[in-house]
């Protein structure tokens, strides 16, 4: 089974910048959409962008449109998440996650966590205002 680890998270300054990434080991990810989200306390846990398997196509919460984006770089088995012009409200932690299905990829179901079949154990985001 695939294992995920996530990296990169922080204390940070709003207006400031981070890089997630997510390393891929013991299975592939090269033929599955991937996608980030995050949970902050007391809340439900949201997606917050995704990227196809070929890596030509993204998708972002509304939340994080135009400060987020989401890359991969399949040699190295890695997503990343540049996450920039931070807000306070950013503060989470961060989850990356492989679909269940490979070459999938439909507007419709990437939002959705049961569409995600594994995770890891996600790196805590804090932004101070």
């Known amino acids: 089974q695939v294992q995920l680890v996530e990296s990169g998270g922080g204390l940070v300054q709003a207006g400031d910048s981070l890089r997630l990434s997510c390393a891929a080991s013991r299975g592939t990810i090269s033929t599955y959409a991937m996608g980030w989200f995050r949970q902050a306390p007391g809340k439900e846990r949201e997606f917050v962008s995704a990227?196809?398997?070929?890596?030509?196509?993204?998708s972002a919460a509304d939340s994080v449109k135009g400060r987020f984006t989401i890359s991969r770089d399949d040699a190295k088995n890695t997503v990343y998440l540049q996450m920039d012009n931070l807000k306070p409200e950013d503060t989470a932690v961060y989850f990356c996650?492989?679909?269940?299905?490979?070459?999938?990829?439909?507007?419709?179901?990437?939002?959705?966590?049961?569409?995600?079949?594994?995770w890891g154990q996600g790196t805590q985001v804090t932004v101070d205002s």
């Open positions: 996650s492989r679909r269940r299905r490979a070459f999938q990829w439909d507007s419709d179901s990437l939002t959705r966590r049961s569409e995600y079949a594994y």
């Open positions: 990227i196809s398997w070929s890596g030509a196509t993204t």
